[in-house]
């Protein structure tokens, strides 16, 4: 079975910095897809960034990036010029690439951007 | 704008009664949709994934007989709690993979909060 470890239950972060949440992952698969999901107070979820695994490049959205390392299944996302509006919970995520795969979510990242 | 809608987005409860909780993709066909529970400020545990046309696959530990899914329509799965007990209080949310989406995304509805006095 996946397993999904984020071991930072809360980060803070000033206005305009730079931040990095961890995660790390547990597989035996080849193939398949990381994602950050940022979950804020109203607690809709959202997605920030996937990564294919058979993808060597960092995936990028914007102010959102990851750090992918496949050898060392690790998989961090920075958030850039960090704003107010970031503050939240942020999901790592796991899915294997099999026609039945589900995600398997990390505990959490509770993450506070403060002026 | 929205994908994934629920209704209702809270609902309260005596104990002892049934809850039907709604999730409609609003703009494409789903043949799978997935509900998960989330416990204040912790992570979502994965309940089921519901299949149109077919019996929904439970995650283990989940009682099939207290939470019923129905996967009746292409934009509609519905999650009834049974005999709802106030240990049932949570929150749920429902997903939905787009088929044009990146493979493996899903996007998720707002969520119900479900309080069982």
């Known amino acids: 079975a996946q397993t999904v470890t984020q071991s930072q239950p809360e980060m803070s972060v000033q206005e305009a910095e730079t931040v990095t949440l961890s995660c790390t992952y547990d597989t035996s698969e080849n193939n398949y897809y990381l994602f950050w999901y940022k979950q804020p107070p109203s607690r809709q979820m959202i997605l920030v960034i996937r990564?294919?695994?058979?993808?060597?490049q960092n995936a990028t959205e914007n102010r959102f990036s990851v750090n992918f390392q496949k050898a060392a299944k690790s998989f961090s996302l920075k958030i850039s010029d960090s704003q107010l509006g970031d503050t939240a919970m942020y999901f790592c995520a796991f899915m294997g690439s099999g026609g039945y795969s589900t995600l398997t979510f990390g505990k959490g990242t509770m993450l506070l951007v403060s002026p | 704008g929205a994908v994934v809608s629920q209704h209702p987005s809270r609902v309260i409860c005596k104990s002892g009664t049934s809850v039907k909780i709604e999730c409609r993709s609003l703009d494409f066909q789903a043949t799978t949709m997935f509900w998960y529970r989330q416990f204040p400020k912790k992570s979502l545990m994965l309940m089921a994934t519901?299949?149109?046309?077919?019996?929904?696959?439970?995650e283990q530990g989940v009682e099939k007989d207290k939470f019923l899914i129905n996967h009746a329509s292409l934009t509609l799965s519905t999650l009834t709690v049974t005999s709802a007990h106030p240990e049932d209080s949570s929150f749920y949310i429902c997903?939905?993979?787009?088929?044009?989406?990146?493979?493996?995304?899903?996007?998720f509805g707002p969520g119900t909060r479900l309080l069982v006095l």
């Open positions: 990564q294919e695994a058979y993808k060597q």
């Open positions: 519901s299949n149109e046309g077919s019996k929904a696959t439970y």
């Open positions: 997903s939905v993979s787009r088929p044009e989406a990146a493979q493996g995304t899903q996007y």
